[in-house]
């Protein structure tokens, strides 16, 4: 690629009625700084954690028990079972006793599941709520992976 220029003309043309005549070409310089172009890449593979769920459907209806109002949730999972939790934030008692919803899913429902340890995370519920309705509508199953909190988690 060459050089990009550092100025550039926006041309506009009143064709409604303005004050400007209709037809009037008015130009204005355009300033804009040059940053360098950056794109996070997450690969599947270099996640610790997966799962797999032929059908949406399952966890479709282990997280539609949660509330419109509720904003994100805390997935823990364990050796049998997987417990989604979301808190009650505006309280500032000990968080074992602000669980606002809690249900769970059976590890048993998954396809191929490998999890390090006993992970948690924390993901918006409403953004979740969506990707798994969309894949429950067109029929197509779910896989999960993230590694740490503070990473993304990558749903294909």
């Known amino acids: 690629l060459g050089p990009v220029p550092l100025r550039g003309v926006l041309h506009l043309r009143c064709c409604c009625l303005t004050r400007a005549p209709a037809g009037t070409t008015k130009r204005f310089r355009v300033m804009y700084e040059l940053s360098e172009c950056r794109q996070a890449v ?3 593979s270099d996640s610790q954690n997966s799962a797999h769920l032929t059908k949406a459907k399952p966890l479709l209806d282990c997280i539609s028990s949660f509330g419109s109002s509720v ?13 989604w939790r979301s808190f009650d934030l505006n309280a500032n008692a000990d968080r074992a006793k602000n669980v606002q919803t809690q249900t769970t899913f059976n590890r048993r429902q998954l396809h191929r599941p ?10 918006s519920v409403k953004e979740l709520k969506f990707l798994v309705e969309f894949c429950d509508r067109i029929a197509v199953g779910v896989s999960m992976h993230f590694s740490d909190p503070g990473m993304p988690i990558i749903f294909r």
Request: hydrophobic share 35%; aromatic share 12%; no cysteine.
């Open 114 to 123: 490998r999890f390090v340890g006993e992970p948690t995370i924390t993901f």
């Open 42 to 44: 997450y690969n599947k």
């Open 71 to 83: 904003e994100e949730a805390t997935m823990e999972v364990t050796k049998e079972l997987i417990n």
